[in-house]
């Protein structure tokens, strides 16, 4: 089922018409559930990761499902151009989500130890959960009270500004700015130009100074430690 070209299913989708979701879904559904079996490679913070696929059948259809699900929210609708083909848009967007999963559960993952990852030899777990403690308590120390809140408001109005771009802002923001993707590469997973990849970076890049400035958070224009620390902070991965 295409929507390129067919103004009327295009519209019906963007707008979350039940029954074209519906039809979206049994057209769609084989292969997304392929893909969601066997996996796919991608780049992460320079290193090559595979995605296994889901094995198991409960598993499987719960992914599948949770892709759809986030397939048909409303942002991503909103963001599909009928004048493109609406299988790689679908593909890529499922394939987002789950790149961005594995990153939050990557990002946890370092938030979250377990005692006996942790203990030197000879040590108890609890005695190193203790000395993480210590460890943790004495970073936090280090920190003045007004560069801790200066950092959530940083968090706050980064977030905030992240939630306000469109898909193709946001892949540009992940997979340029703070990722490994060169400018032709950007251009290819997207379909376009790389002189349009460059226009929307200029944009973006004017767009976050322009959303820190309005909230007295910055002075300067340096963006690419803003972007580091938007980054590091999580809010975008």
């Not at 719960?62 to 609406?86: C, G």
């Not at 790389?194 to 002075?219: A, E, Q, Y």
């Amino acid at each position: 089922m295409e929507l390129k070209d067919n103004d009327k299913l295009a519209e019906a989708y963007r707008r979350g018409d039940r029954e074209v979701l519906g039809q979206l879904y049994r057209a769609w559904r084989d292969e997304v559930e392929a893909m969601l079996r066997g996996g796919f490679t991608f780049t992460s913070d320079g290193r090559t990761v595979r995605f296994q696929g889901y094995h198991e059948p409960f598993r499987l259809q719960e992914a599948l499902q949770d892709a759809f699900i986030h397939a048909f929210k409303e942002r991503v609708r909103k963001n599909y151009d009928p004048s493109r083909s609406f299988r790689p848009y679908l593909m890529t967007v499922i394939r987002n989500h789950l790149i961005d999963k594995f990153r939050r559960r990557q990002l946890e993952s370092e938030l979250f130890v377990a005692a006996e990852d942790v203990a030197a030899e000879d040590e108890s777990g609890t005695s190193a959960l203790d000395r993480l403690g210590q460890q943790s308590a004495s970073n936090t120390q280090d920190a003045s009270p007004e560069a801790e809140a200066m950092r959530g408001e940083v968090g706050r109005a980064l977030e905030s500004f992240v939630e306000e771009l469109d898909d193709k802002d946001t892949q540009i923001l992940r997979h340029y700015l703070l990722g490994e993707m060169t400018q032709n590469e950007v251009a290819d997973h997207l379909e376009t130009d790389r002189n349009d990849v460059r226009k929307h970076i200029r944009m973006i890049r004017r767009s976050l100074l322009g959303h820190l400035k309005r909230r007295d958070l910055i002075g300067t224009s340096d963006v690419e430690s803003l972007l580091d620390t938007l980054s590091k902070i999580g809010v975008v991965t």
